[in-house]
């Protein structure tokens, strides 16, 4: 219990850090816009654009404590009481098929290989959450090689259900694998690609949660720079 204790109060630090150190960046440019707009003597187009800045400035703060929120409440296990039994499979063709279009818009195939009539017991809204966080990670991050490609795969693996994303990206470094789960931690230092930090650290939870587990390894071990990166939700075997 005592280093359940330790562990937490430290996290409690690391977060609060990560928080000081993610947020100062888009308040301060936000403040900077407003202070900028109040100057410019450019006329309506220009305020406005200063505005719509501020306003997509503004959504990008609110997304990032909805998601701490949202992480915060599945760590403390707030969720449980809406558990219902769930169509994993269909939960799964959902999302691949929501997000085929925009993987093709970035020039990436899309496929799913979904055992049918997989379900459990958990928090449908959670868990299309999670996977949603899952594919949209591998869109941004999948568009390396001559043919990208993301898979979406669910199979029954003897008593556990593993729900895959897969990527033909860059992969993640296996002395990395622990680090990305924390909060706010991001591999791409430059801030090259949009978000949070937060996706993989909620999808975590949302496992942890309903009693399972997150596993992170090569999607293809061996083929050297660009391994691409396998994400598995392995879940209890429902029924």
Not at 23 to 33: A, E, F, V
Not at 76 to 105: F, I, K, R, W
Not at 195 to 224: C, F, I, M
Request: aromatic residues 2%; proline residues 5%; hydrophobic residues 40%.
């Amino acid at each position: 219990m005592l280093g359940r204790i330790e562990r937490l109060n430290e996290g409690l630090r690391q977060v609060s850090d990560n928080i000081a150190h993610d947020l100062k960046t888009p308040l301060t440019r936000l403040r900077n816009r407003a202070e900028a707009a109040l100057a410019d003597d450019g006329g309506p187009d220009a305020q406005r654009q200063a505005l719509e800045q501020m306003i997509a400035d503004s959504d990008q703060l609110i997304r990032t404590f909805n998601a701490l929120l949202m992480i915060s409440r599945v760590e403390a296990g707030s969720s449980t009481a809406q558990m219902s039994d769930v169509d994993l499979s269909g939960l799964a063709a959902d999302a691949a098929e929501l997000y085929e279009p925009l993987a093709e818009e970035e020039g990436i195939s899309l496929v799913s290989r979904i055992e049918p009539g997989l379900s459990m017991r958990g928090n449908r809204e959670l868990l299309a959450q999670a996977l949603s966080n899952l594919i949209d990670n591998a869109v941004k991050y999948a568009d390396c090689g001559q043919e990208p490609q993301i898979a979406v795969t669910l199979a029954r693996v003897r008593d556990e259900l593993h729900l895959s994303v897969t990527d033909t990206g860059p992969g993640i470094p296996a002395d990395r694998r622990e680090d990305v789960v924390k909060r706010f931690v991001r591999l791409d230092e430059s801030r090259s690609k949009p978000g949070t930090g937060l996706g993989l650290s909620l999808v975590q939870a949302v496992a942890a949660l309903h009693g399972g587990r997150l596993e992170l390894a090569d999607a293809r071990p061996g083929t050297g720079e660009h391994p691409g990166l396998a994400v598995t939700m392995v879940l209890p075997g429902g029924t």
